[in-house]
């Protein structure tokens, strides 16, 4: 393991009411291939998911990727929650402190791998779901293309709702008075107080932030910073950096699954030991109430009604007059997978489509494992999920949320998207492909391109 910082910043996280991490957590990790044919080795940084919340490079296995023995790998760790992403929206704490962690790391990659066997001037960035947002968050910095050859962000982007979100100056001071910092409205003698506070304080008090079970998700995530904020991640929305054609042009490619949002509308389907019911009933009775926490939009909007119009549309689009229950789940998941995952992948590919000029992939996976994030949530094994958030990037990277042992169709696809990033890696004009198939250029496109990757082969739809 490699330590790319002498000091000791905490990287602790909040899990079923435990606490677990490591203080001295600034580090990457890098696997070596037991290669002996080749002196040097093309590199894939791998940054991870957990919502910016949890999670932890050491989670995702990496002995599957590795036995293609083609690749160098670094794991990039970086600060999480509240510890990571704190914002009183001025330059006094202005945020993403874990996106500027990520970036410091890709920058030491880029100048030391290759001591290590790597080819500095051969760096794929790949992520999966808050992974995936960061890689594209990476990206927005223009200089990333002296960083990176190319990027991959699987079931995560910066437009995704739970990526960006307002509301943070309000979270921070709410923070800072559930330990113990009192009703201030001064960001420097808030963040002096939190300083003073102990990093299990700190991210303890992720539980007052939620609504029930582990919702929402994101408490704390990335926020656009004030002009004048130091060394400012980003200043302006995603969308506004995307339009202004002003970030890093690298061949990228972006995807989602059929049923991403089995994260996490599956938790609904948990029986509740009081009775005896599934959670997702009581969105009869709450659904005004949880909806704007469950998908991510009571900070965009601007009065009550707002957010009551747009709960009211949505569950008539998705469900009509039907109740919530164990029946309309799957309409529900479906709706958790466009508003959370679907709709936003596809924006960016337009956006792309008009304002890229390096070469913009899109891809969507669907072939469902034998058990995944869907029945880990919800704690059951007798519904089918379908293809749930994971189940593509799983196969790269082994990872408790679903069985390790793979079925023999998904032992080739495997194998294929190992190929796949390998290539793409290595092409000198971007091309990506994944077993026979080409994917579709999605810049200066009439349309959105997407490939379609089963168990039976892919396709572009």
Request: with cysteine.
């Amino acid at each position: 393991m490699v330590r790319c910082l002498d000091n000791k910043i905490p990287c602790i996280w909040i899990l079923e009411r435990k606490l677990a991490g490591d203080e001295d957590c600034l580090t990457v990790s890098i696997y070596k291939p037991k290669n002996s044919s080749r002196k040097s080795f093309p590199v894939a940084a791998f940054i991870h998911g957990g919502a910016f919340m949890f999670g932890g490079s050491s989670e995702d296995g990496h002995d599957r990727f590795m036995s293609d023995g083609n690749l160098i790998l670094v794991k990039i760790s970086y600060r999480l929650g509240p510890l990571g992403f704190a914002s009183t929206g001025d330059a006094n704490l202005s945020g993403n402190f874990g996106l500027k962690d990520q970036r410091l790391a890709l920058l030491w990659i880029k100048q030391n791998i290759a001591s290590f066997g790597g080819e500095p001037d051969n760096i794929l960035v790949i992520g999966h779901s808050a992974g995936g947002a960061s890689v594209h968050l990476q990206m927005l910095h223009e200089d990333f293309r002296n960083v990176a050859k190319a990027a991959i962000s699987f079931s995560g982007n910066a437009l995704d709702p739970w990526v960006v979100q307002q509301g943070g100056r309000g979270r921070a001071f709410e923070l800072g008075r559930i330990v113990g910092c009192g009703q201030t409205s001064d960001s420097l003698k808030l963040k002096k107080c939190l300083k003073s506070k102990s990093a299990s304080e700190i991210v303890s008090a992720v539980r007052s932030f939620l609504v029930f079970s582990y919702v929402p998700f994101t408490p704390f995530g990335p926020v656009v910073e004030p002009a004048d904020a130091p060394e400012a991640f980003i200043t302006q929305h995603p969308i506004d950096i995307i339009q202004s054609g002003k970030f890093a042009q690298i061949p990228w490619a972006l995807s989602y699954t059929t049923e991403d949002g089995g994260y996490n509308a599956a938790l609904l389907l948990e029986k509740q030991s009081s009775t005896g019911q599934e959670l997702i009933e009581e969105l009869n009775d709450r659904w005004f109430d949880w909806a704007p926490y469950l998908l991510f939009y009571r900070d965009s909007m601007t009065t009550i009604k707002d957010m009551d119009d747009c709960s009211r549309k949505l569950r008539q689009e998705y469900l009509g007059d039907r109740r919530f229950n164990v029946e309309s789940y799957l309409d529900l998941q479906r709706l958790f997978t466009d508003v959370l995952f679907k709709n936003e992948t596809e924006k960016v590919l337009d956006l792309y489509r008009k304002h890229g000029k390096s070469p913009v992939y899109g891809f969507v996976y669907d072939n469902p494992a034998n058990a995944g994030i869907g029945q880990a949530l919800a704690k059951r094994t007798d519904i089918h999920f379908g293809t749930v958030h994971g189940d593509d990037y799983f196969l790269i990277f082994e990872n408790s949320a679903r069985e390790f042992q793979l079925r023999s169709d998904e032992k080739i696809i495997s194998r294929n998207f190992l190929k796949m990033l390998n290539d793409f890696i290595l092409s000198e004009n971007g091309t990506l492909a994944f077993d026979t198939c080409v994917f579709q250029d999605n810049v200066d496109s009439s349309k959105i391109q997407l490939l379609s990757i089963t168990r039976n082969g892919c396709g572009n739809l």
